[in-house]
Structure formats: structure tokens, C-alpha cells
């Protein structure tokens, strides 16, 4: 289940320009228990549609979140100026882009229409971050390999809000 919108194969190129098109960017919101996300179209350099309110309790997590999504877009792009990766690098980091970019439109579609609610808990997004805390990588083998190793822990049950208490002792 943690895995289950990891994609199994690389975006088509078209599919590919099209998501990296987009950039997200988190900015502070004149209301205390919120932030606004504003979406700019790299292509046409400009602001698409009205910002998304996002729930404060999201800020430090979107902001890392879309900071690696956007290193991701940047590596892949750097390899058609000259940057030599794997072949096997790339499909990974074109995974992880599709991959991303669905994490964060789940997160913000949902915060659109839950706008004004400072409650608001995207459980898709929360899995990503467990699942990045405990495990480190998305890909359904890895993800399997770790579920594997730590019998004890079912990802799925593991509450957000838990995260790093026992490591930060």
C-alpha cells in the first residue's frame, strides 16, 4: 500500500516536459495557520491560476518536499547540456519526478477544496513522509525489502505526528 503510487514505468517524454513545466513555490499567507503555495508555469515564466492554501502544519514538509522534487527536474534536465548519468540514474530520477508531482498535486488539489479548513491532513502526503523517514527510498522493491526487515512496524499504521520523537531523545 505505501508504495502503491510509486509509478512502475518511466513518463513519456511529453508527460515528462509537461510536469517540469510546473513549479511550485510556497510563500507565507497573511493568515497565521496557513500558507499559500503559488504554481508558475516555467515555460510562459508566470503565476497559473490563484495560490492554494495549505494548512501551516504542511510548511517545513512542502517546503524540503518541493526543494528535492525540483533537484530531481534540475538533474534530469542538467543530462540534455552535457551532465553523463547512468541509464538506470535516469530512469530513477524520472520516476521519482512522475512520482513527485503527483504526491504534491494530490496534497494541493485536496487543500484547494478543503480551503480555510486549518485541519486539514492529506493522508497520501503523510505516507510519503513516513515512508521517507523510515525508509529512505519509494521504489516498490526497496519499500518491500524494508516492510521485510521490520515486521514490527506496519508503515501504514505509523501516525505522522510520531515521527523522529524516539530519535530526537
Known sequence: MT??????????????RLIMSIRYCPM?????????VAIYGSEVDR??????TVPKYYWEHLRRFLWRHHVYMQLYASTS???????SVRSV??????????????????????RGDPGYR???FNMYLVVDFHVGR???????????EHPDIIIECVDIDTIGKCSAV
Open 47 to 52: 503565476l497559473l491560476g490563484t495560490p492554494i
Open 81 to 87: 547540456s552535457g551532465v553523463k548519468l547512468p541509464a
Open 122 to 124: 492529506s493522508y497520501l
Open 28 to 36: 507565507e499567507s497573511p493568515h497565521a495557520e496557513f500558507f499559500d
Open 138 to 148: 519509494h521504489e516498490h522493491h526497496v519499500v518491500s525489502s524494508w516492510a521485510a
Open 3 to 16: 508504495d502503491l503510487f510509486f509509478p512502475c514505468h518511466a513518463p513519456s517524454a511529453k508527460e515528462l
Open 93 to 114: 530520477i524520472k520516476l521519482y519526478i512522475q512520482y513527485m508531482d503527483g504526491i504534491a498535486e494530490g496534497l494541493l488539489t485536496t487543500a484547494g477544496r478543503r
